[in-house]
């Protein structure tokens, strides 16, 4: 899909369509306004718009069909350079956020007890009354670390963020705080970048500590191990599961779940006393390192 945009005109498109595939069912009229002028749509409001993914973090590109100005598809984008056109099936189901008969289109306050499943609609005014009031009792009794912020990794969480510091609570954590945040900080010690790029194309041997890509969000580089697999690369897994990634590996480790700090500690052991590392390029790269 070849078409001249503007990167104005381009995150225009893309706020606005996340925008329009959250919060209502026909894409709205800016949207289109830009969507024509750079001819992803025709006037007949049929054609493809572009946007991002936000039902995950890992952000693939999508190409949002529109028919009679109305979204009727996700697909992957295939220009995109993170996704290289790949959607998942998560991704390709974002568009029930908008169309699922269950979503809840307006707040909801709970007038029966806890777990009877009783609610009344009211407007935003009240609920947000409701919320602030009962944020400020429990900051007057308990203080402020009383409460917990949790949200979602996606464009809410800053928003989420700065209701945190506003309200003075150190608590705040997202799907990261079980998953990304520890890799983060592994990676900020090791490399001190928060992540590093992969590149599989000429690795010959692959270690993989129980992360399941095979069945896991991370569908471009799932792509890029699978043909690394395919030329020759010796991929090792270590999970207590046997997964999909394990099926595709040379060797499974089937370790004892907790137990990977101790593994690699004792991978270390005899690669340190075998002497059966470049030592001198670990000297260079590692501190306090003898």
Request: hydrophobic share 35%; charged share 25%; aromatic share 8%.
């Amino acid at each position: 899909m070849k078409n001249n945009i503007s990167r104005r005109d381009f995150l225009k498109i893309t706020g606005n369509t996340a925008g329009a595939l959250a919060l209502g069912s026909f894409v709205p009229p800016e949207v289109i306004s830009t969507a024509l002028k750079s001819g992803h749509i025709n006037n007949q409001g049929n054609g493809y718009i572009p946007t991002l993914c936000e039902m995950c973090v890992w952000r693939c590109g999508v190409l949002a069909k529109v028919q009679d100005g109305r979204v009727v598809k996700l697909e992957g984008n295939p220009e995109h350079p993170h996704s290289k056109g790949r959607l998942c099936a998560r991704g390709q189901s974002g568009l029930m956020t908008t169309y699922d008969p269950d979503r809840v289109l307006q707040p909801m306050v709970r007038v029966g007890k806890r777990g009877e499943g009783k609610f009344r609609k009211t407007s935003w005014e009240e609920a947000l009354d409701i919320v602030a009031e009962n944020m400020l009792q429990i900051k007057e009794k308990y203080g402020p670390e009383a409460m917990i912020f949790s949200s979602t990794h996606n464009l809410s969480q800053t928003q989420f963020e700065n209701l945190l510091f506003s309200f003075g609570s150190p608590n705040y954590g997202t799907q990261r705080s079980l998953c990304f945040n520890s890799m983060v900080t592994a990676f900020l010690l090791t490399y001190g970048i928060e992540e590093p790029s992969r590149n599989y194309d000429d690795v010959e041997f692959i270690l993989l500590t129980g992360r399941n890509l095979a069945e896991a969000i991370s569908t471009s580089e799932t792509g890029e191990l699978i043909h690394a697999i395919k030329r020759g690369a010796k991929l090792v897994y270590l999970d207590p599961r046997f997964t999909k990634t394990a099926a595709k590996a040379e060797e499974w480790i089937p370790i004892r779940p907790g137990t990977d700090a101790a593994f690699l500690l004792a991978m270390i052991q005899v690669i340190v006393s075998e002497e059966l590392a470049d030592c001198d390029f670990v000297r260079q790269y590692v501190d306090h390192c003898d």
